[in-house]
Nanobody, 125 residues
């Protein structure tokens, strides 16, 4: 059974930093594309960042230069380093994975079959 477990969320002031982690269990981790998505209340879930099996990354324009996605294949863990956080970054953040993601579609929600339960990030002004 595939399981993705996020951690590292919390409450910070604007300008602060957080690092999210996503541990993968029962999953062939290294050969798959992994992504971070977020969903604010009343909004759709949108892609934030993605990383493929070779380490190539893709970012949403809203987070470029502030967020960094990385992966540790030895630990089956995905990370999202978030710096210079803004109140508009407030959302539930989800980890996702799938073996068949097209590079041009790596920030599209429908590309991913496996999802974690999410971790809340709250940024105050």
């Amino acid at each position: 059974q595939v399981q993705l477990v996020e951690s590292g969320g919390g409450s910070v002031q604007a300008g602060g930093s957080l690092r999210l982690s996503c541990a993968a269990f029962g999953y062939i981790y290294s050969s798959n594309c992994m992504g971070w998505f977020r969903q604010a209340p009343g909004d759709e879930r949108v892609g934030v960042a993605a990383i493929d099996s070779e380490g190539s990354t893709t970012y949403a324009d809203s987070v470029k230069g502030r967020f960094t996605i990385s992966r540790d294949n030895a630990k089956n863990t995905l990370y999202l380093q978030m710096n210079s956080l803004k109140p508009e970054d407030t959302a539930m953040y989800y980890c996702a994975a799938d073996p068949n993601v097209s590079p041009s579609s790596s920030l599209r929600r429908r590309e991913y079959a496996y999802w974690g339960q999410g971790t809340q990030v709250t940024v105050s002004a």
